[in-house]
């Protein structure tokens, strides 16, 4: 019998320290503390997506309760996966490993603090763990051993301080289990390896900007913050092209895009983006694979067959925590029904997974783009162009709006897909002609008079004002662009963008992660609106290391030399910062310092001068 006041419970417990904590402080102190403070940001973050609270967090220690040890486990393989993802862009010897060790037992519970031996158990089991590594207790094992995509390695018994009878202990394996093989059969489990997806970028502020929330609260009164979503999580694979004619990629890919757009619009969802899904094109995989690699538990594939005047398109909707079919369907329609069967395919999913529309989005739904059928295939052409990013590529597809503009005049995507080839062509400095810009932005309120529910053509409206140095319109317009697609991850990356330059960096950096999130594939340019925003609140560290890996994938990103050449130039490291400076003046030899002062968009005048002091001491007249 409990003494008076002392609550029990059952709980699942989890325990990590960092592996040589000692020696990383007593080589570099602040250095450690700055990078603790920051991993222990993205735990604490982890560790409420998953339902959990931080009991306590002394020194490089943390200890955490769970309600379900499924939660506990689960929180635990994302936390190492996030640290390896982070540890890859320090030096080795100032990476911080953690050990995780979990424990489902029974706690004594005074206030906010728990004790016991279910406690201790858990802290002797994180001692048995690998640094970067998960071990846990067989009373854990014994209830997610069937439960979890994950491979166990047993360690068997052992026999740990002040705990009376042996505990067994057993390696969590991150991997999938062949079908048909139990869990202790782990030699050759144990030593596959999958994929590391790059889905927890943006996890430390995901809740707010990724709209967990009713949209009751307008944008500006919101600051991304740590958090889950209890949305169901879609990833929308590309439709297989069945017609038997490569030349009808192009529709099945779009087929595919326009339901990734339509499902993005709804606020009870959380849509991966078109980017990151493409990259499955032409792969056979199975939906657990993706789920893990994209961080969703649905996965939407299918085909489409396109003849004559007909179209035939298959979906299925796959559970991936199970395996099992939440929905299937096969559509045969005429070509002219291919919106409504496409608003059909959204509906089906919509109430199958029990999401609650608002008043705006039901009124959305349905809607058909256009009613020209030669109108909204000239689109699907276009955009097959216009992904290319070439100054050729970006002409024809012009060619292709235009024309689908000229078949339907109230078609309102395609004046703002449009406008989009005019800005592209204004930012890549393909045309010098100032009226570039300008037509950019007569398309895009064209569209936006055409109309006002559709996402693109006020993120179009946000780049052209924040060009024109209007901050204050274009961050109307981002917010807007955000409300109308709040899974729209380059909706995300535009707002971050403008806030970076409007002096709103700090805001900058959890909306940016929130694309990262919705885009776990993201583009090259998510890296420099990250880096850019590190760079202006003074995280010198995390901007050189998100500006080196932004030059991985595209050295000749003028901007992320050019910036490198400041952040080095204020550490003292002259030869790197003239190395910067001349790559930065090799790619883009037109530049100067008027030019600059000219194109570049700051808000604040201090930043534009702490840009153009540094390019003027390394040489630029």
């Known amino acids: 019998m409990n003494p008076p006041g002392v609550q029990r419970r059952l709980a699942a417990i989890l325990s990590a320290d960092v592996k040589g904590y000692s020696r990383l402080m007593g080589e570099d102190e602040i250095t450690t503390v700055r990078t603790l403070t920051a991993y222990r940001e993205v735990m604490s973050a982890?560790?409420?997506?998953?339902?959990?609270?931080?009991?306590?967090?002394?020194?490089?220690n943390l200890l955490a309760e769970f309600a379900s040890v499924v939660d506990a486990v689960e929180c635990a393989v994302e936390l190492q996966r996030e640290f390896k993802s982070r540890n890859a862009e320090l030096p080795t010897p100032r990476r911080l490993e953690f050990r995780i060790g979990i424990n489902l037992g029974d706690v004594i519970v005074e206030g906010e603090r728990i004790y016991g031996d279910g406690v201790n158990i858990a802290a002797r089991v994180e001692g048995l763990a690998e640094p970067g590594g998960i071990s846990i207790s067989g009373t854990v094992y014994d209830q997610v051993k069937n439960k979890l995509a994950l491979a166990y390695e047993p360690l068997g018994e052992h026999a740990v301080k002040n705990i009376r009878e042996p505990v067994r202990v057993y390696r969590v394996r991150p991997e999938p289990q062949p079908p048909g093989t139990r869990p202790e059969v782990g030699k050759a489990a144990g030593r596959r390896s999958w994929r590391r997806a790059t889905l927890l970028l943006g996890v430390v502020l995901l809740v707010v900007a990724a709209g967990v929330a009713v949209w009751s609260l307008s944008l500006r009164s919101r600051s991304p913050?740590?958090?889950?979503?209890?949305?169901?999580?879609?990833?929308?694979?590309?439709?297989?092209?069945?017609?038997?004619?490569?030349?009808?990629?192009?529709?099945?890919?779009?087929?595919?895009?326009?339901?990734?757009?339509?499902?993005?619009?709804l606020s009870g969802l959380f849509v991966i983006a078109r980017n990151s899904v493409f990259a499955y094109k032409g792969k056979t995989l199975q939906p657990a694979q993706v789920s893990r690699e994209l961080g969703v538990r649905y996965v939407l594939e299918g085909s489409v067959r396109k003849a004559g005047n007909r179209v035939r398109i298959t979906a299925q909707l796959v559970d991936a925590s199970t395996g099992y079919h939440v929905w299937a369907e096969r559509y045969d329609r005429d070509l002219k029904d291919v919106f409504a069967l496409q608003d059909e395919v959204t509906q089906k999913i919509v109430g199958v997974l029990a999401v609650k529309l608002t008043v705006p989005e039901k009124d959305r739904l349905g809607r058909a783009p256009t009613r020209n059928l030669e109108a909204y295939d000239a689109v699907l052409r276009g955009l097959e162009y216009h992904r290319r990013t070439t100054k050729e590529a970006n002409a024809e597809a012009r060619k292709m709006y235009a024309r689908a503009v000229e078949l339907d005049p109230g078609y309102a995507m395609a004046y703002a897909a449009l406008g989009w080839t005019h800005l592209q062509a204004w930012q890549f400095q393909w045309s010098r002609d100032p009226e570039t810009l300008q037509r950019a932005f007569e398309l895009a309120q064209q569209a936006i008079a055409l109309d006002d529910s559709l996402a693109g053509p006020h993120g179009l409206l946000a780049q052209v004002y924040l060009w024109k140095k209007e901050h204050q319109r274009a961050i109307a317009q981002a917010e807007r662009a955000v409300l109308l697609a709040p899974n729209d991850a380059d909706g995300y990356e535009t707002l971050a963008e403008v806030l970076a330059w409007s002096e709103r960096a700090d805001e900058a950096i959890g909306y940016i992660k929130q694309a990262m999130r919705l885009n776990p594939q993201y583009p090259f340019f998510y890296l420099w609106t990250l880096g850019h925003a590190y760079y202006l609140t003074e995280r010198s560290d995390e901007a050189i290391a998100t500006l080196k890996k932004l030059l991985e994938r595209n050295p000749n990103f003028v901007a992320?030399?050019?910036?490198?050449?400041?952040?080095?130039?204020?550490?003292?490291?002259?030869?790197?910062?003239?190395?910067?400076?001349?790559?930065?003046a090799r790619l883009n030899p037109?530049?100067?310092?008027?030019?600059?002062?000219?194109?570049?968009?700051?808000?604040?005048?201090?930043?534009?001068?702490?840009?153009?002091a540094a390019m003027r001491k390394w040489g630029l007249k």
């Open 46 to 60: 982890l560790i409420r997506e998953h339902r959990g609270r931080v009991v306590d967090a002394p020194g490089d």
């Open 225 to 265: 913050g740590a958090g889950v979503t209890d949305k169901p999580s879609v990833a929308v694979l590309p439709f297989e092209n069945m017609s038997g004619d490569a030349g009808q990629e192009y529709f099945s890919d779009g087929i595919t895009e326009d339901l990734i757009t339509g499902l993005s619009k």
């Open 560 to 584: 992320a030399h050019a910036f490198l050449a400041v952040l080095y130039g204020e550490r003292g490291l002259e030869h790197e910062a003239r190395s910067e400076a001349a790559a930065a």
């Open 590 to 612: 037109q530049a100067s310092l008027e030019s600059l002062r000219q194109l570049v968009p700051y808000k604040n005048e201090r930043d534009l001068e702490r840009f153009l």
